[in-house]
């Protein structure tokens, strides 16, 4: 609904009530965030990491709902940046791999 922002810093995610910049709670992810987005319709939130780790959670409940990482046909060092397309049912990451920088999509319908 607008009234949340998710910020990785370090090894945790903060979710911030954006009309009063005060954490509502916090989401130790285990590594190093470099990438947090939320799924259109808000409710699952992916985290990409330092260390190839990419993590998809429920974002009202803070649960794991899938482990990303093992998925992965490549063996990403660590996520960029991720961003959901405009129905949710796909998920677009970027990440370097063997040096090189690569995008893996990400069927999130099933």
């Known amino acids: 609904d607008g009234s949340i922002c998710a910020v990785g ?20 992810h285990g590594h190093g965030i470099e990438t947090v987005s939320y799924s259109p319709q808000g409710s699952t939130l ?3 990491g330092t260390d190839g780790t990419l993590t998809l ?20 060092r660590s996520f ?15 990440g370097s791999y063997s040096g090189l920088k690569q995008a893996w999509i990400y069927d999130n319908t099933g």
């Open 9 to 28: 810093i370090d090894t945790t995610i903060g979710f911030y009530d954006v009309a009063t910049g005060q954490v509502r709670r916090r989401l130790e």
């Open 46 to 48: 992916v985290a990409g």
């Open 57 to 76: 959670y429920d974002a009202s409940t803070c649960q794991l709902r899938r482990d990303l990482s093992s998925s992965r046909r490549k063996r990403f």
């Open 80 to 94: 960029s940046d991720s961003c959901f397309s405009a129905d949710g049912s796909v998920l677009a990451i970027a």
